[in-house]
């Protein structure tokens, strides 16, 4: 492991300045992913910004009644937070799906956000990987590929986001807040992960140097009923295999309003507009349920060993609604 100084800061404007001032620093959240990475050589900062004694850990309900949640927040205070669960309950549920008690308290928000991908070519410091060493090549497109993306992959990349968090948060339009050496800055969580392209390397949007200072979720009431569901290869702790988010408000039958997102088929939380759109207006039924899905899907793009994902997400979307729409019914 390369030697690396590390310092503990205290107030936001020095974490930027700190950062600032020394190009091979990097920001330390709980160190859940980066120090693991730091030990295979995968990661090599000089200097370590510790930003968890920042004054960014608290979980607030904003004016128009949403949710700011603070980039030091844990996971596991996030997960416990009775406003979080109260008004975002797939968001509890999909923080407390991922990892296990001991990361998810050490885990913060912001690292969350920003954690890389489990491609296994990419933490083999040793292979080619265009994320990794951009141009060197994707081994996984014609190797071990049985976890990775189906939609809006390409010939470059076709690794997944691994954050269950990061799920919810798109069902639900978060916004992530920035603070910057020129000021503030925020990026929808639509457009704060940049699409794969030729460019795989290049994950965010997010300026150089920027600290994540918190994520703000719009007022949402459909959000109140909704879930999150996980499969993985374990019970015990493991990353999805697929995933979904999804709130339902139903009246009468009719789907008034649905949000769905799926994770760990795409380099990023992918919303699923196109199902939302076949399903906003109709009966809320298992068929409507099954054409939306079939509609958000006709887009996937599945490799030699990763096409179950496909029936799976489907299966997902029809259990997760249809349990959602009978939960209104009653
Ligand atoms: C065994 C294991 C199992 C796991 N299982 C799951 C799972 O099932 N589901 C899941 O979603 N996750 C899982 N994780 C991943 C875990 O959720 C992430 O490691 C964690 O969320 C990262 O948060 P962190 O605060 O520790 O980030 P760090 O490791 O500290 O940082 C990650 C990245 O974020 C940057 N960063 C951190 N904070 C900020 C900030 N405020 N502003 C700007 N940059 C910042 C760092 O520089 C670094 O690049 C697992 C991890 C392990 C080790
Ligand atoms: S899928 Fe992406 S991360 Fe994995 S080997 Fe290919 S380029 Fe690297």
Redesign the pocket.
Known sequence: MKEFGYQRVLDVSEAIAVLGADPDA???????????LMKTGI?RPGRLVD?RE?P?DRVEVTPDGGLLIG??VT?SDLAAHPEVRRRYPALAQAVL????GQ??N???????????TRCGYFTDAAGPCNKRLPGSGCPAIEGEHHNHAILGASGHCVATH?????VALAAFDAVVR?ETADGPGELPLADFYLPVGDTPHLETA?PSG????GVTLPPAPVAAHSRYRKV?ERAS????IGSIAAALDVRDGVVHEVRLAFGAVASRPWRALEAERALTGGPATAEAFAAAADAELAAAEALHHNGYKVPLMRNLVVALLTELAEEAAR
């Open positions: 990097r920001f330390l959240g709980g160190g859940t992913n980066l120090v693991d990661e930003v920042l960014l980039a030091t996971n799906a991922g990892a296990s990361l998810r050490m885990a913060t928000v912001g690292g969350n956000l920003l954690q890389r691994p954050s269950d968090m990061g920035y997010l920027a600290l994540i200072t993985r702790y493991a990353f999805a």
